[in-house]
């Protein structure tokens, strides 16, 4: 079984910043994508960030270019989502998402809520 934890969600001001966590445990697995996905109520869940892990290849919305950063620490099997510059409409559950040598998996989600 494989398993994937988020952290790092909260209550922000809009131009805050918060760094989001996701660990992989469970069984050993090559990770070939690492992601950030996010869904607002009554939204669709949409791709936020990627990391390709062979090359470190990254891909993101074109509403977080320029302010999210996505990063991996393949030894850990973890990866971040620094969110800079936050607005209201960042506001969401990011759920983590792994696509691996087992399938894919998600993880619960960490709720990110941007005041204003």
């Known amino acids: 079984q494989v398993q994937l934890v988020e952290s790092g969600g909260g209550l922000v001001q809009a131009g805050g910043s918060l760094r989001l966590s996701c660990a992989v445990s469970?069984?050993?697995?090559?990770?070939?994508?690492f992601a950030w996905y996010r869904q607002a109520p009554g939204k669709q869940r949409e791709l936020v960030a990627g990391i390709y892990s062979a090359r470190g290849k990254t891909t993101y919305a074109d509403s977080v270019k320029g302010r999210f950063t996505i990063s991996r620490d393949n030894a850990r099997n973890m990866n971040y989502l620094q969110m800079n510059s936050l607005k209201p409409e960042d506001t969401a559950a990011y759920l983590c998402y792994v696509e691996s040598s087992l399938g894919d998996y998600w993880g619960q989600g960490t709720q990110v809520t941007v005041s204003s």
């Open positions: 469970g069984r050993t697995i090559v990770i070939n994508t």
